[in-house]
T-cell receptor
């Protein structure tokens, strides 16, 4: 089983739609969780951290369910500029900070 | 300054060449990382430096040799690479290598390497 699993997509949605991505992780001792965004041929950029209580940043909402080892990202009112690959990222426990990336979910927002 | 700067942005090298990738940050971060990313794949960790000491080597072949001259600089020396080593090489930094809730990495824009 992969350490971090995501549906690769692609998700094709019209502008204004709400879309949700899911991610599962295998190590129950994982400590930090993030969503990164990566545009084509660019570096990953931190979109938001994911906290146990859930957190929101504008149109983006992240949720963490430790019992199910499950992370989600909800995007409301999708914009064309949201088109990108969204990477679920987990900090595995250990002596050094080691982020492990999921394979990413590709989102394409269309007119 | 909240950036991680990588040079060069693009590099083409032959299998017998020796080249170096450079990474610099001035955020006072004490952990720095090299990742390798192939097309349509997620980044894969290669090395972690913590307080200028190598703390993780993910069984990377010796043709890749990292170096951390000081807390702001990270190099990756390349020698006798293979065509399958062609990829985007990403440098990243974080405050330090200890667990800090909510603290992710800052990535550089990467060096796109082609080995011919």
């Amino acid at each position: 089983r992969k350490e971090v699993e995501q549906d690769p997509g692609p998700f094709n949605v019209p502008e204004g739609a709400t879309v949700a991505f899911n991610c599962t992780y295998s190590n129950s001792a994982s400590q930090s969780f993030f969503w990164y965004r990566q545009d084509c041929r660019k570096e990953p950029k931190l979109l938001m951290s994911v906290y146990s209580s859930g957190n929101e940043d504008g149109r983006f909402t992240a949720q963490l369910n430790r019992a199910s080892q499950y992370i989600s990202l909800l995007i409301r009112d999708s914009k064309l500029s949201d088109s990108a690959t969204y990477l679920c990222v987990v900090n595995l426990p250990g002596t050094a900070s080691k982020l492990t990336f999921g394979t990413g979910t590709r989102l394409q927002v269309t007119l | 300054d909240t950036e991680v700067t990588q040079t060069p942005k693009h590099l083409v090298m032959g299998m017998t060449n020796k080249k170096s990738l450079k990474c610099e940050q001035h955020m006072g971060h004490r952990a720095m990382y090299w990742y390798k990313q192939k097309a349509k794949k997620p980044p894969e960790l290669m090395f972690v430096y913590s307080y200028e000491k190598l703390s993780i080597n993910e069984s990377v072949p010796s043709r890749f040799s990292p170096e951390c001259p000081n807390s702001s600089l990270l190099n990756l020396h390349l020698h006798a690479l293979q065509p399958e080593d062609s990829a985007l090489y990403l440098c990243a930094s974080s405050q330090d290598s200890f667990f800090r809730p909510g603290h992710g990495y800052t990535f550089g824009s990467g060096t796109r390497l082609t080995v011919v």
